[in-house]
Every structure is written in structure tokens, then in C-alpha cells.
């Protein structure tokens, strides 16, 4: 069973950084395939940035040089970060952790393509810029 939690989230004045975690217990896989997407109210899900098996990493472009997708050095501890600096209020929303299982896809690659459809997910921790 896995099970997602982020922590981290806050009220922040614009231009300034937080730091999210996702601690992932019972993803035994060898690789990962985990990301971040948002929600804001009304709005639909949004793919923040995500982290391939193969270490590749995938950001929005609204996101692009502002945020930053790490996991912890120690692989086996299966906690991800999403470092944001440079806030801006249209950041404001609430940021979840989301993570799929590893298989082989036909044109190559482990991980589905968009993290807002991996099967699972954190409650959220909400930003508020």
C-alpha cells in the first residue's frame, strides 16, 4: 500500500522561497516515477514538475527556473522536494505529491506521461503567495 505525504506548505510573501517534502512509504519499486502537480480553486490540475527513472526531470514552463524537483540522496528513504523560490501569487494553490508505478511503456520510457493521471497521491499542502 503506498501512501504519500507532503509537508511544507505556508503563506509567503511573493518573491520568497519554500521547500515541500513527499515522504513515500511502501514504494518499494527500484525506480521511481514521481512528481508534483497543483490545483487552485477553480481551476484544473496542473503539472508542476516531475522526476523520471532515469533521473530526467520535467518542469512547466511557468515554473521553469523558479522550482527545482530533487529526491533525497538516500534513495532508499523515498522522500521527494519540491524546492520553490521567486514566488509569485498565481503559484498559490494546493501542491501534491503524486507517484506511479514503474513498467515499460511502447515508445520507450518507465513512467506515464503526465503526473496529474499517477494512480497515487497525497492530501496536498497548501501555498498560499
Known amino acids: 500500500h503506498v501512501q504519500l505525504v507532503e509537508s511544507g506548505g505556508d503563506s509567503v510573501r511573493a518573491g520568497g522561497s519554500l521547500r515541500l517534502s513527499c515522504a513515500a512509504s511502501?514504494?518499494?519499486?527500484?525506480?521511481?516515477?514521481m512528481g508534483w502537480f497543483r490545483q487552485a480553486p477553480g481551476q484544473e490540475r496542473e503539472e508542476v514538475a516531475a522526476?523520471?527513472?532515469?533521473?530526467?526531470?520535467?518542469?512547466a514552463e511557468s515554473v521553469k527556473g523558479r522550482f527545482t524537483i530533487s529526491q533525497d540522496s538516500d534513495s532508499a528513504k523515498k522522500i521527494l522536494y519540491l524546492q520553490m523560490n521567486s514566488l509569485k501569487p498565481e503559484d498559490t494553490a494546493m501542491y501534491y505529491c503524486a507517484a506511479d508505478r514503474p513498467a515499460p511503456l511502447p515508445g520507450g520510457g518507465w513512467c506515464p506521461s503526465l503526473v496529474t493521471t499517477y494512480t497515487f497521491r497525497g492530501q496536498g499542502t497548501q501555498v498560499t503567495v
Open positions: 522526476l523520471d527513472s532515469d533521473g530526467s526531470t520535467f518542469y
Open positions: 511502501g514504494y518499494t519499486y527500484n525506480r521511481n516515477c
